[in-house]
């Protein structure tokens, strides 16, 4: 089985319960200033087939928080998926931002956030979307 077959067989066993999900969260970390390459092909992975693009992501509401050991956190990250979010449709919550530089410092060896600030930022941030969702009523 070649690496192609591999993730669409990946894709292929979570992208049903996409369809179910009342919202999205998406956790992406900030390479160069911009969208990490496996993140963006995953979501295109997502859209496949095309007939089947936007029951994924049509009207769904997404939030945008990530972390990078870089000083500017994941802005340019998070900017540059707005254009993306837009084309699938997409709902995007912008009413908090959480975007976490150096990121090294605030977790533990096993992937653990250790930072109370950061904690009670991620806190508010899930409130917030958490309501987001229940007000966009997509189920």
Same mark, same amino acid.
């Given at each position: ?14 992208? $049903? =319960?996409?369809? %179910? ?14 969208? +990490? &390459?496996? #993140? ?8 496949? $087939? =095309?007939?089947? %693009? ?14 990078? +050991? &870089?000083? #500017?956190?994941t802005a340019f990250s998070q900017y540059a998926w707005l254009p993306v979010l837009r084309v699938l449709g997409t709902q995007v919550w912008?009413?908090r931002l959480l975007w976490v530089s150096g990121a090294m410092g605030k977790f533990d060896d096993q992937g653990n956030l250790t930072d ?24």
């Open positions: 089985m070649n690496a192609t077959m591999i993730i669409f067989s990946f894709i292929r066993a979570v992208h $049903p =319960p996409c369809y %179910r999900n009342a919202g999205l969260l998406l956790i992406t970390p900030e390479y160069n200033n911009g969208i +990490p &390459g496996v #993140f963006k092909n995953a979501i295109d992975w997502f859209t496949q $087939p =095309p007939e089947e %693009r936007m029951g994924v992501f049509a009207g769904k509401p997404v939030g945008l928080i990530g972390a990078t +050991p &870089g000083t #500017f956190g912008s009413g109370d600030g950061v904690k009670r930022q991620l806190v508010k941030y899930m409130a917030g979307f958490t309501e987001f969702v229940r007000r966009m009523k997509v189920f």
